[in-house]
């Protein structure tokens, strides 16, 4: 028995589990109570007629990355209608806030014969298009069985996850041949998923290069503007569990040196914030909780923007941005907004969600990687004192940012035909 039998065999054995598993995650505030039927492939909304193309994105990061693609996309294609898929929370309200019309968002079925099966018997999409590195077993040989053509994009492929796949390697070559189009962000991330079956593989570069600057809500600017007034800051951005003892501990450090530090931490998952607040509250330190509307003083030792959507603000007010996910073994998070925004970059050591990107800000003397709070200290402690020190690396940060752009272009080129293949429609390339 194949791999990718025994794996469909369990899943569908595993299937009456998932409500009760689903709804231990809603419980930590991991799924929405109200559109738990989404997971479990029924429809929240009507399929609209026409044309319809789906594009999934696991959660924020890719979510992000896509949504200047489907502007474009529908500019090209007026008779179209995309539905785009994400499996977080907060990749949910996100692209509810932000999707624009004729796009549609629900959530993506969890991996079982069922769910997938219901998912496809409702949207009857034309085509697919998978973002990055989505490769569920039963989502993708069951839109192949029904003559789906699909492509991914954006695509990226770690060392271990290769590794991983190569256990699984007939499996690998079913799974990754099943995409028309495989589009890499890079070379090394082309050649791995070559390896493993998808032999048209191609780099054309990473989108979340392109991605439009993230907002900056004015209620936040003219906060930011009143409370950080003289002080010296800096912000740790997207951070993930075990990170923020760390940058509290970072924060000790420093404020010995430097009198009125403030230090701002932005979860990644911002129902997270309550218990982080209660953990640095543990460690004596001053807390003001944006989600809460606490009110920044003199005294606050941390500002946790338990928010979602306001990170664009604090790139474009602070100079100093940490990277989370990389002291972690989560893999980092794209320091391309903040760098075209104006921001020194120090990240931690694991960063392989993104390592093409930041192996060229590491050539570029872009970034500093930091193993610790004494190594963070270290190297915010120098930022904070040097000023050309920070002006160079400022610089270095947005010309590095600058000459990797073009993913969306290159994205589109190859993108746009395989859309009209699969829909007998006819973009308008000048869009």
Sequence with gaps: MSGLAIYRGLTRLLGPLIPAYLQRRMKRGKEDPVRMGERLGTAGLKRPAGHLVWLHAASVGESLSI?????????????????????????????????????????VPVDTP???????????????????????????????????????????MSASSERGWRWWASAARSITGSFGLVLAQDETAAARLRRLGATGAKAVGNLKVDAAPPPAPDGLMGDLTRFLAGRAAWVAASTHPGEERILADTHQLLKKAIPGLLTVIVPRHPERGPEIAR????????????????????????????TLGELGGFFRVLTIVFMGGSLVRVGGHNPIEPALLGAAILTGPHVHNFEGIYRAFSDGKASETVTDAPSLAAAIGRLM?????????????????????????????????????????TSNART
């Excluded at 502007?71 to 294609?77: E, G, N, Q």
């Excluded at 496809?120 to 069951?142: G, K």
């Excluded at 050309?388 to 947005?398: E, F, I």
């Design 114 to 156: 069922g769910a997938v099966a219901g998912f496809l018997d409702h949207w009857r999409p034309d085509a697919a298009v998978l973002v990055e590195s989505e490769l569920w077993p039963n989502l993708i040989t069951l839109t192949r069985a029904r003559r789906i053509p699909m492509a991914l994009i954006n695509a990226r």
């Design 67 to 107: 949504l200047t693609l489907i502007d474009r996309i529908l500019a090209a294609r007026p008779d179209l209608t995309l539905l785009v898929t994400s499996g977080t929370v907060t990749s949910a309200k996100l692209l509810g806030k932000r999707l624009p019309e004729r796009a549609l968002h629900q959530f």
């Design 279 to 306: 953990m640095l509250r543990d460690m004596d330190l001053d807390v003001a909780q944006r989600s809460t509307g606490d009110r920044v003083t003199g005294r606050t030792d941390i500002y946790l923007a338990d």
């Design 385 to 425: 004192s040097d000023g050309v020190l920070a002006g160079a690396r400022v610089t270095a940060a947005a010309e590095t940012a600058g000459s990797l752009t073009g993913a969306l272009e290159t994205t589109l080129t190859d993108l746009l035909p395989f859309l009209d293949t699969a829909t007998g429609g």
